[in-house]
Nanobody, 116 residues
């Protein structure tokens, strides 16, 4: 069982930056791909970014390409999401996700609010 705890959310003005962190514990000996998803009020949860176990492969939603960067530090069991040039439409609860084979885990989410 993997536990994921997100941090780093908050309130920021449009054009600003935030860095989210997701610390994993328990069962971290497995090779998990990690990702970030987000859910805005009244909308479905959507994919934001994904990174492979090695960190060599990353994928991004078109809406965040060029602005967000996902990275990981396996020694610290932590994945990061650097968010630059934030827009009001980036406002959402951001969730960390870990996937290995048929196992998937979610964090509790961290709120990101971007004011115009």
């Amino acid at each position: 069982q993997v536990q994921l705890v997100e941090s780093g959310g908050g309130l920021v003005q449009a054009g600003g930056s935030l860095r989210l962190s997701c610390a994993a514990s328990g069962g971290t000996s497995g090779r998990y791909a990690m990702g970030w998803f987000r859910q805005a009020p009244g909308k479905d949860r959507e994919f934001v970014a994904r990174i492979s176990w090695s960190g060599g492969n990353t994928n991004y939603a078109d809406s965040v390409k060029g602005r967000f960067t996902i990275s990981r530090d396996n020694a610290k069991n932590t994945v990061y999401l650097q968010m630059n040039s934030l827009k009001p439409e980036d406002t959402a609860v951001y969730y960390c996700n870990a996937v290995s084979g048929f196992s998937a885990y979610w964090g509790q989410g961290t709120q990101v609010t971007v004011s115009s």
